[in-house]
Structures are given as structure tokens and as C-alpha cells.
């Protein structure tokens, strides 16, 4: 069975800076995409960035130049390195990983349980 657990969240002042991780355990037989995404009180679920198997990201907007996501492959974490955080970066961030699980050919989508980070201004 596969598990995802997130990791890195807290309280900061803004203009701080936060890293968040995420490992994946279980039976695994390759990762595909990662991604953060956070979720505001009464707001929907929003996607932050992606990584790619290969390293390819992809940045919401508001977070670009700010946020890094990478990834360990040999670990099968992902990261994300939060500079410059606004009272507006202040969250719930999910984890969440496109995995295939050994003997299967598609892949599965697993959600990691959420960390909260609060910027205060």
C-alpha cells in the first residue's frame, strides 16, 4: 500500500521562508507527476506546482519566482521551497503523486493528509 506524508509546515512571519516535504512509502513501482496544492478556509482546493517525472514544473501564477518544487527520485519525495510568503500563502498543502504500484499498468493518484502553513503579516 502506498502512503504519502507531508512535512515542513508552521508559522512565519512574512517575507519568510518554509520547506515542505512530501515522501511516498509503500510498494512502488514508479512516480509519475508530483504536485502541492493548498486549500484556504471556504475556498477550493488550488494547484500550486508540478514536477514531471522528468523535472518539468509548472507554477500558479501567483507563486512563481517565490516557490520551488523538486523531487528526490532515490526517495520518492518532493519539495517545496517557500520564499518571500505572503499572509495570502496561508493554507492547508496537500501533496499529491501520480503512482504505479508494481503489476499494474495505469497509475493511481494518492493524496498525502495536509500541512498548515500560516504567514502572519
Known amino acids: 500500500q502506498v502512503q504519502l506524508v507531508e512535512s515542513g509546515g508552521g508559522w512565519v512571519q512574512a517575507g519568510g521562508s518554509l520547506r515542505l516535504s512530501c515522501a511516498a512509502s509503500g510498494r512502488i513501482a514508479s512516480v509519475n507527476s508530483m504536485r502541492w496544492h493548498r486549500q484556504a478556509p471556504g475556498k477550493q482546493r488550488e494547484l500550486v506546482a508540478v514536477i514531471t517525472s522528468g523535472g518539468t514544473t509548472t507554477y500558479v501564477d501567483s507563486v512563481k519566482g517565490r516557490f520551488t518544487i523538486s523531487r528526490d527520485n532515490a526517495k520518492n519525495t518532493v519539495y517545496l521551497q517557500m520564499n518571500s510568503l505572503k499572509p495570502e500563502d496561508t493554507a492547508v498543502y496537500y501533496c499529491?503523486?501520480?503512482?504505479?504500484?508494481?503489476?499494474?499498468?495505469?497509475?493511481?493518484?494518492?493524496w498525502g493528509q495536509g500541512t498548515q502553513v500560516t504567514v502572519s503579516s
Open positions: 499529491s503523486a501520480d503512482i504505479r504500484r508494481p503489476g499494474e499498468l495505469s497509475c493511481t493518484t494518492y
